[in-house]
Structures are given as C-alpha cells and as structure tokens.
C-alpha cells in the first residue's frame, strides 16, 4: 500500500497479499464518491439524482429503488421531482417473461403525468440478467415524447 490514497483507506479496503480482516459498518469511510461500498447501480443514482429536474426511474425491483431513495438527501432550489421515488417493481412474472412493455409503459404514464425535462432509467442487476433492452424503450420514448430519455446501464 505505497499509494497515499490506499494508505488512507486501509482498513476500509483489503489489498490482495496481506493480512484479512473484517469491514464493520460502524465506523467512519473516508470521504469519496460512494464511500457506501454500494452496488454500481447506487453509485449511479448518487452521481444523477441531484438533477432535480428529471424524472429518475429505477427498472428494476422496488427493494433497489428504496434502498438508493434520497440516497444523498439531494437539496434543490427549483424542482423537487427528484424526490419522488419511481421504480418499475419488477416481479417473477416479469424475469420470466421480459419486463420491457411494464417500463415503456411506467415511463409514459410517468412523463405524461409530470412533464420532466429529462428522464433517466436506471437498470439493475435483474435486467442484465433477464436481458431488457433498456436503450431501445428510452429512444422509443424519446422519439414519442420528445424528451431525453436516458438508459443508466448500471447493472452490477
């Protein structure tokens, strides 16, 4: 651990070669990025989410919507939609059969009801697995609703 960054985080981290040890939850991380030791989806919404004046909606499980909900209590002096919480809440019916036709239609019903200027869809690690093409449903909604629409390829 020569690099002053990685000399920093030790006992935050664990460099292949040395001694294990255990990473508790109840001590301080050094300040970063995500210093959560999160998932990339999370990581994502905590790099969007202060874009107040979007739509932010998680394709995927409701449990990863709520787990990154107001993940950084995002403050705004204009919009507040960003702190709506939308998610597609994916079920077993939808691994099983593709859940690409339940996000086209969240993300009309959604642009349609609150007039963002953007909107980001953020795909979790279930979609990769399952296969939607998130990209081809946001540039069918752009193309229809005149708004970007942006896929977060955030599987993983």
């Known amino acids: 651990m020569e690099d002053g960054i990685l000399t920093q985080r030790k006992?935050?981290?664990?460099?292949?070669?040395?001694e294990p040890f255990s990473i508790n939850c109840d001590?301080?991380?050094?300040a970063g990025a995500?210093?959560?030791?999160?998932c990339v989806f999370c990581g994502s919404r905590v790099v969007l989410y202060p874009i107040a004046d979007a739509l932010?909606?998680?394709?995927?499980?409701?449990?990863?919507?709520a787990y990154t909900w107001d993940i950084r209590g995002a403050l705004s002096s204009g919009p507040e939609l960003h702190l709506l919480s939308f998610s597609t809440d994916l079920r077993e019916k939808d691994v099983v059969f593709g859940g690409e036709d339940k996000l086209y239609r969240s993300l009309i019903e959604l642009v349609d009801r609150y007039g963002p200027k953007a909107a980001f869809v953020y795909s979790t690690c279930i979609v990769g697995i399952i296969g939607d093409d998130l990209e081809a449903v946001c540039k069918?909604?752009?193309r229809e609703k005149a708004i970007p629409v942006i896929p977060v390829q955030s599987e993983g």
Do not use: D, F, M, N
């Open 140 to 142: 069918r909604v752009e």
């Open 11 to 18: 006992g935050q981290i664990h460099t292949k070669g040395e």
């Open 34 to 38: 995500v210093s959560q030791r999160a």
């Open 27 to 30: 001590k301080e991380s050094l």
């Open 56 to 65: 932010h909606l998680v394709h995927g499980p409701v449990g990863c919507a």
